[in-house]
């Protein structure tokens, strides 16, 4: 899995990392190509000795149907539909997973991760409709510009419209984004088999009274001073004081 540079996904990412009130939203949206080479070879070896990469694994309930009466849960074991019906196969759950490290190195490892954690998410329009709502709740009336535009760059990179939806779920000890203070969380990826990419969108929400994220955003502050520092050397640079006489 190799990062590819996408400098909207950036500029977006850093646009939606913000702080109102008492939380702040900390995330990242990025774009992988599925090619592998090197330790993505040796690892898939590796991945694929638990079973061949087109054996397919069966996964959890999407979360758009995570409110699922427990009567309608019955009535679908009677009549023989398995709630875990969905499935996919162990090389797009390699894919999930190396994602996953790959956005996460080195504070967490997910090469323990199971086909359960995962959803296949059936509509486009309700995973929009969860990241939008998620999203305005924090950042409020400014969302309502940047929403379009995270879905246009979103689309412009991937081709909505050509994509399986995967979301990872994972139990709380699992979770990196279980920790105290957390308010909201989701993970999102857009998996383009023909375009052999994945757009991975994942943000979550906390207390700002948990400290937590907090180096996130006085990183960026530095990064902010650090550029504008630089620029008043060049111009410095090229425009020198006069010298005393």
Known sequence: MKLL???????????????????????????????????????????????????????SPPQSTSTTSPSQLGKSVEDGENPLSDKCCRKTLFYL????????????????????????????????????????????EEFNSLGPELWNAIDQEINLQGCDIYSYNPDLDSDPFGEEGSLWSFNYFFYNKKLKRIVFLTYRSVSV???????????????ELDDEEEMDGFTEDRCPRALCV
Not at 33 to 46: T, Y
Not at 209 to 223: A, F, P, Q, V
Request: hydrophobic share 35%; aromatic share 10%.
């Open 5 to 59: 540079e996408n400098s909207s996904f950036e500029a977006l990412s850093s646009r939606l990392c913000v702080e109102t009130g008492e939380s702040r939203i900390i995330g990242r949206i990025e774009s992988y190509s599925c090619k592998m080479a090197g330790d993505d070879k040796h690892m898939f070896k590796q991945f694929c000795q638990e079973g061949e990469p087109h054996i397919l694994e069966a996964l």
């Open 97 to 140: 997973i190396t994602t996953l490290n790959e956005s996460f190195r080195p504070d967490y490892d997910f090469s323990a991760a199971r086909a359960h954690e995962f959803s296949r998410e059936p509509s486009l329009n309700w995973v929009a409709n969860a990241v939008n709502s998620s999203l305005f709740s924090t950042v409020g």
């Open 209 to 223: 009274m948990s400290g937590y994220g907090r180096d996130c955003l006085d990183n960026e502050l530095d990064m």
